[in-house]
């Protein structure tokens, strides 16, 4: 590799006694910081979101070469090899990661972020080991806890969404206790470490008890909860790059961390208010499923049941349809046949919109990535505050895999577990179908007054199954 | 690093603030994209990574760790804006009518 010792000969040249970064570097630093911040601008609208993306990556690469230039790098190998190599499976995850799983390839990337800036932490504790300060010290563990932690809770939210482990909580006797022990344990090593450098033993103590507790963190949290999760670990990766900024005192570090922290944090807000949830609920609650209410009363004669038949005869007849994706849509992956049912009823002079509540995919935002595949145009799919005051004027409102989130308890009963969360109100529609497996509760776990109303058909089937069921029906009437 | 720690305080939040409003004015259809975002630009932390990987200097420990560290940041410069732009391509606006 004599190109690479060629590089270190020219930046000899460059600096021969350098130090701190030389001028243009913080220049470039500056620029790509600025870059990173126009990116997130430019994502507040479609028309210059792919130019964010540009403006992203063109600051990265600025800044990837000047670091390659700095003084400091002396060996380029090892360097060559760890690019090629990450960017190879970085390339791979890219191209190949089908919409459905983009959840789990995030929080994979979220393990990948966290367990840089851990490592890197622990390079920096090693490295000036004798001569540790109390500070750099507390930052450095700050860092490792951090980066240890969402780098093990990432990989087991990744394994539940992509279904390798148990997507339902994993719930035992005395776990939170347990977890605060474990917490605890963490932050005395921590502390311990901070006020006596030296002993270095413990660091390797704190680092295992740093993993155990992403791991625990994670567990009794179940899969209708993982878009909060998704957005915690988020907020926590970045957190922990930019805790790696101050270790290594870098401000473009401090910032690209910070935008991601604070990113992951609203994300997080927005999808706790949308699930009526608090963090701490989310976190240490397994209040799910607890309160299942008896659903004889509300249910018992009331439920009208459809059939695809009648439902392509509504559809069809009907001037405004609103379908209601929900997140048992994306599990059972049916966003294609709803796209050709979407295409079918367009074609027929029948106006379509989809009215997305924020917890309707499996991460947040994941609904309209996965319609936009289908190639259903952005302008059909609206947020909530958007679309709900004008089910009022919509004959028939299609409720795909969607429960809780349709309820009209949150709006009219005071006393209800889910009162107060904000829903679509699909009720005020004409006619509303609700497509549905059986009558078994959402993830709150009670029963929905909804499916007993005047206007609501019940069509007991696989969301899938379903769609391709009333399409085959409204092809066959012609 | 006593010294900096102040003015690095400030930047964290200036950051944090900018990035709330920036972030705040994001669609709700693109959150997904914007998560996927955030993230390869927090691999910036690339940078901290070379610093250890090209120290040189022979100690086995720092090389492994700064190398592996740099691989894993780099998966997710490259993957991350990749994928942002996979998902933000199929965004489409109705052709014609």
Redesign the interface.
């Known amino acids: 590799m004599d190109w690479i010792n060629l590089a270190v000969v020219i930046k000899a040249g460059f600096y021969p006694h350098a130090a701190g970064l030389p001028w243009y570097v913080t220049v470039i630093y500056l620029a790509a910081a600025g870059s990173f911040v126009l990116s997130l601008k430019w994502l507040s609208s479609h028309k210059t979101a792919r130019l964010g993306v540009k403006a992203g990556e063109i600051g990265m690469a600025a800044a990837i070469i000047a670091t390659l230039f700095l003084p400091e790098i002396r060996q380029y190998n090892w360097i060559f090899i760890a690019g090629i190599a990450g960017s190879a499976v970085g390339i791979l995850l890219a191209v190949f990661t089908p919409m459905t799983a983009v959840p789990q390839q995030t929080a994979l990337s979220h393990a990948f972020g966290a367990l840089a800036a851990a490592l890197v932490g622990t390079a920096e504790f090693y490295a000036h080991q004798s001569h540790l300060t109390h500070f750099h010290t507390a930052v450095i563990c700050l860092e490792c806890l951090l980066g240890y932690l969402t780098f093990t809770g990432s990989l087991i939210a990744a394994g539940k969404l992509h279904e390798v482990l148990p997507t339902r909580p994993l719930v035992f006797k005395f776990q939170n206790p347990l977890n605060f022990i474990i917490f605890g344990l963490a932050i005395a090593c921590a502390t311990w470490l901070a006020i006596d450098p030296q002993q270095t033993i413990l660091y390797p103590i704190f680092i295992g008890l740093a993993l155990l507790f992403g791991v625990m963190l994670i567990i009794p949290i179940g899969g209708g909860d993982m878009p909060t999760v998704i957005a915690l670990l988020n907020s926590y990766a970045g957190l922990s790059a930019a805790a790696m900024g101050f270790v290594v005192n870098n401000k473009l570090l401090i910032i690209g961390g910070a935008l991601e922290g604070s990113s992951g944090f609203i994300l997080s807000m927005i999808m706790c208010k949308a699930m009526n949830r608090s963090f701490v609920n989310v976190l240490f609650g397994q209040s799910q499923g607890n309160t299942v209410v008896g659903t004889d009363d509300v249910y018992t004669g009331r439920i009208k049941k459809t059939t695809p038949e009648e439902v392509a005869e509504l559809l069809t007849s009907a001037r405004r349809v609103a379908i209601v994706p929900g997140y048992g849509l994306a599990v059972a992956q049916a966003q294609h046949v709803t796209g050709e049912l979407f295409k079918l009823l367009e074609s027929k002079g029948v106006d379509v919109q989809f009215a997305i509540h924020p917890v309707a995919g499996r991460m947040p935002g994941h609904m309209n990535v996965l319609l936009a595949e289908a190639n259903i145009p952005y302008d059909h799919l609206h947020e909530m505050e958007e679309i709900n005051d004008q089910f009022g004027e919509v004959d028939v409102v299609l409720v795909n895999g969607a429960n809780d989130v349709v309820n009209p308890d949150a709006r009219e009963n005071p006393k209800s577990p889910i009162a107060g969360m904000p829903i679509l109100n699909v009720d005020k529609a004409r006619t509303v179908v609700v497509i549905k497996r059986s009558l078994s509760p959402g993830f709150a776990g009670i029963p929905n007054p909804l499916f007993a109303r005047d206007n609501c058909l019940m069509l007991f089937a696989d969301g899938k199954t379903a769609t391709m069921d009333i399409i085959q029906q409204i092809k066959s009437e012609g | ?2 010294e ?2 102040t ?2 305080v400030f ?2 939040l200036l ?6 409003e ?36 022979g ?1 086995v ?3 492994t ?30 052709k014609d009518k």
């Open positions: 690093m006593g900096s720690l003015s690095n930047v964290f950051a944090a603030f900018l990035g709330y920036v972030v705040r004015r994001v669609s709700p259809q693109l959150h997904t994209p914007l998560m996927a975002l955030t993230n390869a630009i927090s691999a910036i932390s690339v940078v901290g990574a070379l610093t250890i990987a090209g120290a040189g200097g100690h420990l720092l090389i760790l700064g190398t592996v560290a740099t691989a894993c940041a780099m998966v997710n410069v490259v993957g991350g804006f990749m994928i942002t732009d996979r998902m933000l391509k199929m965004f489409k606006k109705r």
